[in-house]
């Protein structure tokens, strides 16, 4: 079953920590999306890679970066994790030159900053 | 830009109830998606629309590209089909970015 597969269900960070939250998918695809879901806001996104190395920036990437080493592994990393980033954060992948291809999500990461 | 609006926002229904949710997009589209969100986080993809109809066991859904409109139907509701609810419209913007743009999702909940 083709999966993606975020590292932690439930985090808590204390403010100004360093946090990195992982997601491996296993289906070679090379589009790779981190999303934040808050209530009333819906998903939005915060950057996007469509190849080793290759990262764009989605539509709230303040205070965050990444990293996409490898094709399998997109890495969403806090600088200095705010209360304001406690949020469920979702990867997902999808495959690219294929728009008719759907998507697959990965179970989430919530993620309390205190 | 693109915003993608969903209608109701929140849903109540005894099982068995025929159950529709809708979406509207402002702007052309490659495809529409809708996406099933159990609580506990973890998103699953139901349908990837880009015309007509689709039907996967109880779920159909639907899409008007004239009227930039897509409505999932549930038939026979279950308490199990309880979630959220949520479509996305993509926009082939070239190249390898096929980003979504989000509706804010239907909680669906269905009493037994």
């Known amino acids: 079953d083709v999966k993606v597969t975020q590292s932690s269900r439930y985090l808590v960070k204390r403010t100004g920590e360093k946090v990195f939250l992982e997601c491996v998918q296993d289906m070679d695809h090379e589009n790779m999306f981190w999303y934040r879901q808050d209530p009333g806001l819906g998903l939005r996104l915060i950057y996007f890679s469509y190849d080793v190395k290759m990262k764009e920036k989605g539509d709230i990437p303040e205070g965050y970066s990444v990293s996409r080493e490898k094709k399998e592994r997109f890495s969403l990393i806090l600088e200095s994790a705010s209360t304001n980033q406690t949020s469920m954060y979702l990867c997902?992948?999808?495959?690219?030159?294929?728009?008719?291809?759907?998507?697959?999500f990965g179970s989430g990461t919530r993620l309390t900053v205190v | 830009k693109n915003e993608v609006e969903q209608s109701p926002q929140n849903l109540t229904a005894q099982e068995g109830e025929f159950i529709t949710i809708n979406c509207s997009y402002s702007?052309?589209?490659?495809?529409l998606h809708w996406l099933q969100q159990h609580p506990g986080g973890g998103i699953v993809s139901l349908f990837m629309?880009?015309?007509g109809k689709k039907k996967h066991g109880r779920l159909i859904a639907t899409i008007n590209i004239q009227e930039k409109h897509s409505s999932l139907h549930i038939t026979a509701s279950h308490p199990r089909d309880s979630a959220v609810y949520i479509c996305a419209s993509r926009i082939n913007s070239g190249g390898s970015n096929y980003k979504l743009t989000f509706g804010k999702g239907t909680l669906l909940t269905v009493n037994p």
């Open positions: 997902a992948s999808s495959v690219r030159g294929q728009p008719n291809y759907g998507y697959t």
């Open positions: 702007v052309g589209i490659s495809a």
């Open positions: 629309l880009s015309s």
